[in-house]
């Protein structure tokens, strides 16, 4: 209650900004990831693409992880297009890199892996029936002891001749905003800051390590405002339950739906977004009494990331990313939500 | 009554001491060897034929939980047998290892810009080839290498490459029909059977990943199927045309097909044996496809093989469909390793082991106890028919389980009797070692007392026993796979808990601690090769629990005594030759490198030649126990100072600091270190200095008595220099659920300490001093109260300002706040500056005096 309350405030308040400063509303252009490995057309998710005039998707090419074989960089899971994009939406690749796989890399190896990146997007792309794209992003949780050799790949991706003229993104994440001086900060165009995420799913308690305005504030604050670099911001749709046995952080469930936690014969609700198995649930993989922790990205919750937010980005254009395009996250909200969480960033 | 209680601590159980050093081994080791976690003797590679260990038991992890390391292993055996052809048919003069290079190892440029586009007019061999004697001849012989060009340029299609995974454009279908084309002009060509059947093969591969299901097992079946060939691609083939039927929807075909590959082809067995299951076709559509007695019990087995609980049905079913099945040896050995697992094991390591190696769901001991004492006269009863029927080849094995089962229910007599039914004629090597080991296990439960007329009864046994575990000692082990030090070493593992958990508990039930514990550093050091961080601290240390805890000092020097001793038995020298058995420790050390990050360096070696140091170091722990402190040095002289320094400040800090044992100081925390160094050898000096002293200068006595006692308490569990006592410090040491152990009197209750300090006061009319000494009995004194089971807990709690306090812990509180000493301090000393002193230092005091 008290974040709605803190959401309508920020809504109020900047409308009363607006009124008295004559102030132009900053530009929010909503998008979304497609994040999912076979791309084909879905009537529910068109329509969204449709409704919010979404004129670029940002789709997972590949993630890029060692070869257990060869222990050399390859593309796992990349993604196949069963359709081509609509040809109002652009495509902007995004290529997941875990990090690990950089820590034993030299910079010749970096130089091929750049050039592999390149020539895989460029192919992905045309695959997906786009001739070009003006964006590409990578996507890797980097730390401090791989941060030169991250930093040293994109410089490379940066000056490979297949990727001239386009602009480089980098995801950021919280931690790494907030630790500018130990992460660095990733020689690119702009970077999406990941608004999710962000609390400790393996502690037991009743937080929500997707989307928490006050975890959220840790991280952000002024840090926002001198981050040299423009910021997109990215928000979650998506939702899970978290497994603890014995308190213990067990697993996230992706069998368990919402409406599996409310039936009464399999759960019993004990307080904030806890649930406990009333019985041995083999088809959760759960045991009698093990708890559940029901995470979501509520509209409330995204509403008041969304007043936050506004007051620290200082452009006057925000591109608002939303993870993720899939018709069975999509569906558990109205156009209005999103509408509504859009206006608050304005 | 201080006697009284000092005797009834020290008068341990011997079995307490002797089961809680094992249980603790184990509880603090690494992660158990899936295939070494249970106390084994019935070896379960007793079959004839290779190829099953990923079905022996192991109730840990099925196929060790990795089916991707299984394949791995197959993968490797695959290559193996490939090569191998080649090898055969390229006829003499072609090495192993330039056979796998080129079939295996060459790198891209090396396939791309030579093999792959070989003709005879781009014939000059790369420098990196040119003596590569497998190359050399097949550039002569034009269709061995016209295959080799094309199957280089075809296998980037099916066995992706890292590069290849680059690249985007992986609509490979129609490279693969028309690569598979090829194969197929090349076979219709080819006179050779050799490359004929591979090129039929690799056709048959091409359009398999093609998904022209159809066209791969028509083409099996025109052209592999009834193809008379000794070479396995015959079944790799065959494994394709199972994947085929399942493709097509044949999955009742494609099972029995599974089921054939894992029957003819180990390298492809664990592969099959999940393709088998996931066609979902049940086991009763499947048999009815077997064409023989043979093909069934082949199917039962791989049903059996999914069993981890106990059962006869799978070995019965198999028996009825072919009496002559070396896969009843696998079954037959995985019930037994069951039985080992479940109900022997429990037996030997106590009923809380599996919980103490975090394995759940062994909490029900009792009940399983019960159900496989049901279960094992009926197990017992199929080995006898095995046996009785004289069907199966080897009716031996059949006697083999039957006796071992025998030892295992303790029947001794009717384990004897089976075993002397055995034909020892033409027996395999394999089932004549398992013989002899049962015979050593019945024979070692027939013994009521262990005495040399005993010992010669067993020592030709042991000394076969010796000469399996050196054989072993040579075998080579691959330490990227391996798992633990007793990997595929089947005695040394035996041999191991034979001298553990058999023969040490026979000297141990007549509190032989000597003989025990030769037996189990027998059987701890039957490798003779170790691991250890660099930072720990040898010695004593490096030493079996039961030397560290259980022993005395007499104990320790008669074993010295024998080391010396020119008259040994033919029994007792063996057993002590382990002491001056020299053992390589490979030093591993973590390095921080700014590039690298943390990694572990494994390249120092040492040999340690011989034990001796350590029994000293051991000794000289005793005595300082026993407060023998003469006795103390002279052990501790032959170890020497520097190994003694070393030997704990290395261990326990970053930088070398020592502990002061004559340290004074009223609370127990924090402890106290110093630069100086200081090492068991100079307090054994100065405490026997000290009980001198006492002696020869009576008249400063109280002084002398206060330092040792101070020595005494510091040297405890409380202490700083805990470990001049002991060689390992816990918290578990104390409270209800530590381990007895027979210096637990001092350890853990200051008995003499505080004896120590009353005599000291006795002895000295200073009331300064008077007050320190009561002060600090009353902290000796405070160590006798029991500690309550949840007071831990209760402690933790407190922490977070929970109240966790149950009726336990509130008695602690109190009588910890109510000792008698505390009386004597208020009622006497209180004029005293030491009293202000302890008052301001001591919070149990103040309460104490608060509540009065």
């Known amino acids: 209650m008290k974040l709605i309350s803190a959401a309508k405030c920020f809504l109020i308040l900047g409308s009363c900004f607006l009124i008295l400063s004559c102030h132009h509303p900053k530009i929010v252009t909503p ?122 790949l994109l410089n490379q991706l940066k000056s490979n001749p297949g990727l001239k003229g386009k602009t480089l993104s980098a995801t950021l994440r919280l931690h790494q905003l907030k630790n500018q001086k130990s992460s660095g900060i990733p020689p690119v165009n702009r970077a999406m800051l990941m608004c999710y995420n962000m609390g400790n799913l393996r502690k037991y308690g009743k937080q929500n390590s997707i989307l928490e305005i006050s975890e959220l504030k840790k991280y952000l604050d002024h840090n926002v405002a001198v981050y040299p670099m423009p910021l997109d911001v990215g928000l979650p749709l998506f939702n899970w339950a978290v497994a603890f046995r014995n308190k213990a952080y067990a697993g996230i469930s992706k069998r368990i739906k919402f409406v599996d936690l409310i039936n009464k014969n399999q759960f019993i609700f004990i307080g904030n977004n806890i649930y406990k198995a009333a019985t041995d649930l083999p088809e959760f993989g759960l045991l009698k009494a093990d708890e559940v922790r029901w995470e979501d990205s509520t509209v409330p919750d995204l509403e008041a990331a969304a007043g936050y937010l506004s007051g620290l980005i200082k452009s006057d254009k925000i591109n608002v990313i939303y993870f993720h395009l899939d018709e069975n996250v999509i569906s558990q909200y109205k156009y209005a939500d999103l509408e509504k969480v859009d206006d608050l960033l304005r | ?72 292993d197959s993968r490797s055996a695959e290559a193996d047998i490939n090569v191998k052809e080649w090898m055969t048919y390229m006829g003499r003069g072609v090495s192993y290892k330039d056979v796998s290079r080129i079939l295996y190892e060459t790198d891209r440029k090396t396939d791309s810009l030579y093999l792959r586009n070989f003709t005879d007019h781009n014939g000059k061999i790369p420098d990196s080839l040119k003596n590569n004697s497998f190359i050399k001849k097949l550039v002569k012989r034009k269709n061995a290498m016209a295959y080799m060009a094309l199957s280089k340029k075809t296998e980037p299609l099916i066995s992706w490459g890292s590069d290849y995974r680059w690249e985007t454009n992986q609509n490979t279908k129609s490279a693969q029909h028309t690569f598979a084309l090829k194969y197929l002009e090349m076979a219709a060509k080819q006179q050779d059977r050799f490359l004929k059947l591979r090129c039929f093969y690799q056709a048959q591969r091409l359009l398999h990943y093609s998904r022209y299901y159809r066209e791969a097992a028509d083409l099996y079946d025109k052209h592999i199927r009834n193809v008379a060939s000794r070479s396995h691609v015959k079944y790799w083939a065959l494994n394709l045309k199972a994947g085929e039927e399942q493709q097509m929807g044949h999955s009742e075909q494609a099972a029995y097909l599974y089921s054939r590959v894992f029957a003819l082809c180990p390298e492809r067995r664990a592969r099959t044996y999940v393709d088998f299951f996931n066609t979902k076709v049940s086991i009763l559509k499947v048999i009815k496809l077997a064409k023989n007695g043979s093909e069934k019990a082949v199917m039962y087995a791989i049903k059996g093989f999914r069993t981890p609980g106990i059962g006869l049905t799978s070995l019965k079913k198999v028996y009825a469909a072919d009496r002559r099945s070396d896969l009843l040896s696998v079954l037959l050995a995985r019930e037994i390793n069951k039985v080992e697992e479940h109900y022997l094991t429990p037996r030997f390591n106590g009923r809380n082991y599996f919980d103490s190696i975090g394995f759940d769901g062994h909490d029900k001991y009792d009940s399983v106890k019960t159900h496989y004492t049901r279960y094992i006269p009926k197990l017992k009863a199929f080995c006898e028919q095995l046996a009785d029927d004289h069907k199966y080849p080897e009716p031996a094995l059949g006697y083999l389980g039957s006796a071992y089962l025998s030892w295992v229910t303790g029947d001794t007599k009717a384990g004897l009797n089976t075993l002397n039914r055995i034909d020892d004629t033409g027996l395999r090597p394999k089932l004549y070692d398992e013989k002899q080991l049962i015979k050593l296990l019945l024979f070692s439960q027939g013994i009521t007392k262990i005495d040399s007329t005993a010992e010669n009864e067993l020592l030709p046994l042991l000394l076969w026993l010796e000469k399996k575990v050196i054989q072993e000692r040579s075998l080579k082990i691959n330490r990227s796979t391996y798992r633990s030090d007793y990997d595929l070493k089947y005695y040394s593992a035996s041999a191991r808990d034979f001298y553990e958990k058999v023969l040490a508990p026979l000297y141990a039930r007549q509190r032989d601690s000597a003989m025990a514990a030769l037996c189990i550093l027998h059987g701890d050091r039957t490798i003779l090769t170790t691991d250890r961080w660099a930072h720990d601290p040898a010695l004593g240390f490096d030493m079996p629990s039961f030397w560290q805890t259980a022993m005395h000092s007499a104990d320790l020097k008669k074993i010295l005594e024998w080391n010396y001793s020119t008259r040994k038995t033919p029994f007792l020298k063996l057993l002590m030759a382990t002491i001056n058995q020299p053992r390589v420790t490979t030093v591993i050390t973590m390095e921080n490198s700014a590039v690298r990050g943390y990694y572990l360096d494994e390249t120092k070696k040492s040999i340690e030649k011989t034990a001796i140091p350590a029994i000293y170091d051991l000794l000289g722990t005793a005595c300082l126990r026993e407060h023998k402190y003469n006795e103390a040095v002279k052990a501790f002289q032959h170890v020497g100072s520097a190994k003694l320094e070393h030997s704990v400040a290395s261990a326990f800090f970053d930088t070398p600091r020592y502990a002061n044992p004559f340290k004074e100081q009223l609370g127990d925390y924090p402890w106290a270190y110093q630069a100086a160094k200081s090492n068991k050898l100079i307090f054994a000096i100065a405490m026997a200095k000290l009980q001198k002293q006492i002696k020869t200068d009576p008249k400063n006595a109280a002084v002398y008595y206060y330092k040792m006692a101070t020595g005494m308490y510091n040297t405890s569990w409380y202490g700083s220099a805990w470990y001049y006592t002991a060689y390992s410090w816990s918290n578990a040491d104390i409270g209800p659920e530590a381990k007895h152990l027979p210096y637990n009197g001092d350890y853990l209750g200051e008995i003499t300490a505080k004896k120590y300090f009353l005599k000291a006061r006795a002895l000295t009319n200073d009331m300064e001093f008077k007050a320190k000494c009561t002060f600090m009995a009353a902290k000796c004194d405070e160590k006798h109260i029991p500690i309550p089971a949840d007071y831990i807990n209760y402690l933790a709690g407190r922490r977070y300002n929970q109240d966790e306090s149950t009726p336990a812990t509130k008695s602690y509180d109190r009588e910890v706040r109510q000792n008698p000493y505390f009386k004597s301090l208020r009622s006497t000393y209180s004029k005293t500056q030491f009293y202000k002193l302890a008052v301001n230092e001591c919070s149990y005091f103040r309460d104490f005096l608060s509540t009065k």
Not at chain 2, 59 to 68: E, I, K
Request: hydrophobic share 40%; glycine share 4%; charged share 20%.
């Open chain 1, 31 to 152: 998008s979304f990831y497609y994040w999912k490995t076979v791309y084909k057309n879905n009537e529910t998710e068109s329509a969204w693409l449709k409704h919010f005039q979404v004129n670029k998707l940002y789709v997972r090419i590949m993630d890029v992880d060692t070869d257990e074989n060869s222990a050399d960089p390859v593309p796992i899971s990349p993604i196949t297009f069963q359709n081509k994009l609509p040809d109002t939406v652009a495509i902007v690749p995004v290529v997941f890199i875990v990090n690990n796989v950089l820590k034993p890399l030299s910079h010749p190896h970096l130089d091929v892996l750049a050039k592999h990146i390149a020539a895989f997007v460029n192919g992905k792309v045309q695959q997906a029936g786009k001739v070009s794209y003006d964006e590409l992003q990578i996507d890797c949780d980097w730390t401090a002891t791989t941060r030169d050799n991250y930093f040293y």
């Open chain 2, 1 to 72: 009554m201080p006697t009284l209680k000092r005797l009834m601590i020290y008068c341990v159980s011997f079995f307490g001491v002797f089961f809680a050093g094992v249980a603790i081994d184990l509880a603090c080791g690494p992660e158990p060897d899936p295939y070494d976690y249970y106390v084994t003797f019935f070896h379960n590679n007793l079959q004839k034929t290779d190829g099953y260990q990923p079905f022996y038991f192991s109730g840990y992890t099925f196929m060790n939980g990795y089916l991707v390391d299984v394949e791995s």
